[in-house]
């Protein structure tokens, strides 16, 4: 390991500034999942009180067919969108449910 590799040594200024942008990213990021998890959450309430399942599966792949769409204009891989989403609905569908059973 060569001298400028040392992790002794600083990191260049331009991965400083780089990792600085990412971990704001970072932080957007979860400020945004925090808030559509809050909309998630009175949409299970509304679906218990409705009687409604937690799953909505027509929504579910409307949503994979839209992001995915919106991943190819934003140059993602809709692969990666698709199992993102995935795994948000997954979540949120954990959450309807303890909400349909009380439990929350």
């Not at 399942?53 to 409307?62: L, M, T």
């Not at 989403?85 to 309807?96: A, P, Q, Y």
Request: charged residues 30%; hydrophobic residues 45%; aromatic residues 4%.
């Amino acid at each position: 390991m060569s001298d400028a590799q040392s992790p002794a040594t600083d990191p260049p200024p331009e991965l400083v500034e780089l990792r600085h942008s990412i971990d704001n990213i970072d932080a957007a990021v979860l400020h945004l999942l925090a808030e559509r998890f809050k909309c998630t959450r009175k949409v299970g309430e509304l679906k218990a009180r409705l009687g409604l399942p937690p799953a909505d599966p027509v929504r579910e792949a409307q949503q994979i067919a839209r992001l995915r769409s919106l991943a190819v204009t934003a140059d993602l891989a809709p692969e990666f969108a698709e199992k993102f989403l995935n795994f948000l609905v997954k979540e949120v569908i954990r959450h309807h449910e303890i909400i349909r059973d009380g439990q929350a």
